[in-house]
């Protein structure tokens, strides 16, 4: 079982989890569009730092990557959401990156990897829709009306009419796409770069 000690808060480690906060920030820049949620929810490789963060260092590396990376974004490209949507980024990212690092880091082969990420993108869109519908949302409404974002999403996503579908038609999908294509890309670099994480 993994327990959080020192080895995670060392110097070189700090440093590491900047450098990859940094370039988390900066591709949470470059996001897309889907076809069936609504428009501020975008996706982009920005929990993909933070995974590879998790896998290298333990993850407690990913949570702290994560917080970094929102305070940054928070810091140089403000928010359109009152802080709303960094707060909901850093707890659902965190959720899908200590999953997976909690479960990589218990056997560290290709298989626990894939298990890991499996279970990360399936808990980020389990904690994602609860946070979404209960809290995210409802403080969402006091900047934009809770008809509004239905109807939004409504325009592009015809099985969204109310509420819960919005949650079960935009969000679910949404946060399983995501996490499947952040997975997708941790495998695919994860070995090239991890030697010089590990140094």
């Not at 298989?111 to 993108?121: E, N, S, Y």
């Not at 519908?133 to 009419?161: G, H």
Request: proline share 4%; no cysteine; net charge positive.
């Amino acid at each position: 079982m993994y327990t959080l000690d020192r080895a995670t808060f060392t110097t070189k480690n700090m440093a590491k989890i900047s450098i990859l906060a940094v370039i988390s920030m900066v591709l949470m820049i470059f996001d897309i569009s889907t076809w069936f949620a609504p428009p501020f929810l975008k996706i982009d490789l920005g929990d993909l730092p933070a995974l590879i963060g998790a896998f290298a260092m333990g993850p407690m590396a990913g949570i702290l990557i994560q917080l970094v990376k929102n305070i940054l974004h928070l810091l140089v490209e403000g928010s359109m959401t009152g802080g709303v949507g960094e707060l909901s980024n850093f707890l659902v990212g965190s959720i899908f990156a200590y999953s997976a690092g909690f479960i990589y880091h218990r056997d560290k082969t290709f298989k626990t990897a894939l298990i890991g990420l499996l279970i990360g993108v399936l808990a980020m869109t389990f904690f994602a829709s609860l946070s979404d519908y209960y809290v995210v949302f409802p403080l969402y409404a006091k900047l934009m009306p809770l008809d509004q974002i239905i109807e939004m999403t409504a325009a592009v996503n015809s099985r969204v009419v109310d509420y819960k579908s919005l949650i079960l038609y935009a969000i679910v999908p949404f946060n399983l796409l995501k996490g499947s294509i952040v997975s997708a890309a941790t495998i695919l670099i994860y070995k090239r770069i991890s030697p010089i994480l590990k140094k």
